[in-house]
């Protein structure tokens, strides 16, 4: 997500220094993930564990009605973490960390259970891995063939994602109709599934030494913001 871009324009100077070179067939693209198989088993392990503490808060957590400022505070305490997440840290520090925002997250999102049907969330989400999935392994096919998102275009992205927040915000205070709600949502879908398709080729393209927090972060703000958009275009 946005924190990839963060981390290669101040800690990293380029995105291929001291990785791996790009793969020009399915052969070399399948000798890379064996290549990366241990660090890849890590971040998909982590990112297995932060998902499953957020849904785990979030469904034992009552649906309680909280004040604006309440909100407001939760979310300012996750930024911070985003961004403190994002500095090149030891990982024993970084995993509870990781878990800690794992439990704001579904406290923020157990919020939602106050003004959703139970079953639309189940639905979104079952609807969020399944788009994951196939991003995933779209994002393999492109580089089986030769084509990457390059650092640049995830620079795009990260301003596209500033523009869709400043008018989402703009939003808040103009008082929208649902229908340009939706279209945000929709704005946002695509941009954070292009996301999860930049994500995968930085993560087999880019050595993290051993970072796997780092990588797994990037997947994990990717699920979450596709499950809010997928939620909001199919809430009512």
Same mark, same amino acid.
């Not at 469904?59 to 090149?88: C, D, E, H, N, Y």
């Not at 087999?204 to 909001?232: E, H, K, M, P």
């Given at each position: 997500m946005?924190?990839?871009?963060?981390?290669?324009?101040?800690?990293?100077?380029?995105?291929?220094?001291?990785g791996?070179?790009k793969?020009?067939?399915?052969?070399?693209?399948?000798s890379l993930?064996?290549?990366?198989?241990?660090?890849?088993?890590?971040?998909f392990?982590? %990112?297995?564990?932060q998902l /499953?503490?957020?849904?785990? #808060?979030f469904m034992?957590?009552?649906?309680?009605?909280?004040?604006?400022?309440?909100?407001?505070g939760?979310?300012?305490?996750?930024?911070?973490?985003?961004?403190?997440?994002?500095?090149?840290?030891?990982?024993?520090?970084k995993?509870?960390?990781?878990?800690?925002?794992?439990?704001?997250?579904?406290?923020?999102?157990?919020?939602?259970?106050?003004?959703?049907?139970?079953?639309?969330?189940?639905?979104?989400?079952?609807g969020?891995?399944?788009?994951?999935?196939?991003?995933?392994?779209?994002?393999?096919?492109?580089?089986?063939?030769g084509v990457?998102?390059?650092?640049?275009?995830?620079?795009?992205l990260?301003w596209?994602? %500033? %523009?869709?927040?400043?008018?989402?915000?703009?939003?808040?205070?103009?008082?929208?109709?649902?229908?340009?709600?939706k279209?945000f949502?929709?704005? /946002?879908?695509?941009?954070?599934?292009l996301?999860v398709?930049?994500? #995968?080729?930085?993560?087999?393209?880019?050595?993290?030494?051993g970072?796997?927090?780092?990588?797994s972060?990037?997947?994990? %703000?990717d699920?979450?913001?596709?499950?809010?958009d997928?939620?909001?275009?199919?809430?009512?």
């Amino acid at each position: 997500m946005a924190n990839s871009v963060l981390y290669n324009r101040f800690f990293n100077s380029s995105l291929f220094h001291g990785g791996t070179k790009k793969t020009k067939s399915f052969n070399s693209l399948i000798s890379l993930i064996n290549d990366k198989k241990g660090f890849l088993l890590l971040v998909f392990a982590n %990112l297995i564990v932060q998902l /499953g503490i957020t849904y785990y #808060t979030f469904m034992k957590t009552p649906a309680t009605k909280v004040t604006s400022m309440q909100r407001f505070g939760i979310i300012l305490l996750m930024f911070i973490m985003i961004f403190v997440l994002i500095f090149p840290l030891p990982s024993w520090i970084k995993f509870p960390l990781f878990c800690l925002f794992s439990v704001l997250q579904g406290l923020f999102l157990s919020m939602l259970k106050t003004h959703i049907d139970q079953n639309m969330i189940q639905l979104a989400l079952s609807g969020t891995m399944s788009i994951f999935v196939f991003l995933f392994t779209f994002a393999l096919v492109l580089m089986g063939f030769g084509v990457y998102l390059s650092n640049a275009f995830g620079i795009f992205l990260f301003w596209a994602l %500033l %523009l869709l927040i400043l008018f989402e915000v703009i939003s808040i205070f103009a008082g929208t109709m649902n229908l340009m709600r939706k279209g945000f949502a929709l704005i /946002g879908l695509l941009i954070f599934s292009l996301y999860v398709i930049y994500d #995968t080729h930085t993560i087999l393209q880019r050595n993290y030494f051993g970072d796997f927090i780092t990588a797994s972060l990037d997947y994990y %703000l990717d699920i979450l913001n596709i499950f809010l958009d997928v939620l909001t275009l199919n809430n009512n």
